[in-house]
């Protein structure tokens, strides 16, 4: 059974007020202090920013237990300094985001200017691939239902003050990345290989850690690391968008050793059905995968269900799977819980507060 772990960015904010805090490093010290669980919290390109790993586990019960305890760990340090974390992909209220300390974060903010001020907070998805052939293999099947991921997560209406009108404006920051979106068909790890030495030879970025494909091979594990979705407001929405990505993982890897063909949708198209994904998340319409044109979201997630069912049912999370995606439709994503919490209260600062305790649930 392959193995998931979840890397979740969480934004430091004022309990009273919402307002983004730069305290990475102190609640970072907080949890070296403490001991347990330090290892797994890290900072981030700023210091608004603290991200998280878990464990990889193959139980997905498990993954989730993980993640929420994870998340009160990391509430419990930021509280031990005066402020909260809350899983929002953007800052809701305006924020000045001050780059973390270090040669490599300095290098970043001195090449791309105003882009490196940007403050957008994901979720990565790592799941364990036997080779980094079928890593590229996977990579390749699996392009087009990225954007069925990417609306389920999206948590991101919100940027400086004002209502985007994107579900997922987190992930249309994210593209003035040089190296950020979706990829062609690579055909083999050798190619892809190539295409990334080519990109670090250029300078533009500084290694292979800069490549931000939507999908990629992982450089420290062998995973495929999924980097398309929004951290989530609910520690169950994370554990089912892991769930989905281990489905679609396993369900790319046996296409590909069946030997069948990407669908080879350009990277225009895909591109367009990322931006859909962003822009109505799960109110509206999406692009279908195969055919790549508009139906309600309601249906294409439910071909994404249908796509990885068999994959789901081995591992026994087929069930848990569909209900989960019936309630994120139900009660809706993390951005439309921060609409509802904006049109009931009439303040960003609410919004903020109230989203903190969501990150705890």
């Given amino acids: 059974m392959r193995t998931v772990g979840v890397e979740e960015e969480l934004l430091l904010v004022a309990p009273e007020t919402g307002e983004p805090r730069a305290l990475s490093a102190a609640v970072l010290a907080r949890a070296a202090h403490d001991g347990t669980n330090g290892d797994v919290f890290e900072k981030e390109l700023h210091s608004q920013m603290l991200e998280f790993a878990t464990h990889p586990q193959s139980e997905m019960a498990e993954l989730a237990a993980e993640i929420v305890r994870c998340r009160k760990e990391a509430a419990r340090h930021a509280g031990e300094i005066g402020c909260a974390v809350a899983a929002l992909a953007t800052s809701p209220l305006p924020v000045s985001p001050s780059v973390a ?156 050793r069946a030997g069948r063909k990407p669908t080879g949708h350009s990277v225009s198209l895909l591109r367009l059905a990322a931006w859909q994904a962003a822009r109505s998340g799960l109110t509206d319409e999406l692009l279908h995968p195969a055919t790549m044109r508009r139906l309600p979201a309601e249906t294409v997630v439910r071909a994404l269900l249908d796509h990885v069912g068999d994959a789901l049912a081995e591992t026994g999370d087929l069930e848990r799977a569909r209900e989960g995606c019936a309630e994120l439709l139900r009660r809706g994503n993390g951005a439309r819980i921060q609409r509802e919490l904006m049109a009931r209260t009439g303040s960003l600062r609410e919004v903020v507060t109230e989203c903190v305790r969501h990150t705890q649930e």
């Fill in 101 to 256: 300390m270090g040669r490599r974060y300095q290098w970043m903010a001195e090449q791309y200017g105003i882009t490196s001020n940007d403050l957008v907070l994901g979720c990565h998805v790592h799941v364990s691939v036997e080779s980094d052939d079928e890593g590229v293999g996977v990579i390749d099947q699996m392009q087009p239902w990225l954007p069925v991921l990417a609306a389920l997560s999206a948590n991101s209406p919100f940027w400086q003050g004002e209502d985007t009108r994107y579900s997922s404006y987190r992930s249309r920051v994210w593209q003035r990345w040089p190296s950020t979106g979706p990829t062609e068909v690579f055909g083999s790890a050798e190619s892809y290989h190539r295409r990334v030495a080519d990109m670090v030879a250029t300078g533009v970025i500084l290694d292979e850690a800069m490549v931000y494909f939507d999908a990629r091979l992982a450089r420290r594990y062998p995973t495929v690391e999924l980097r398309v979705a929004d951290v989530c407001l609910h520690a169950s929405t994370a554990a089912l968008i892991a769930t989905l990505a281990r489905g679609l993982v396993e369900t790319s890897a046996r296409e590909w």
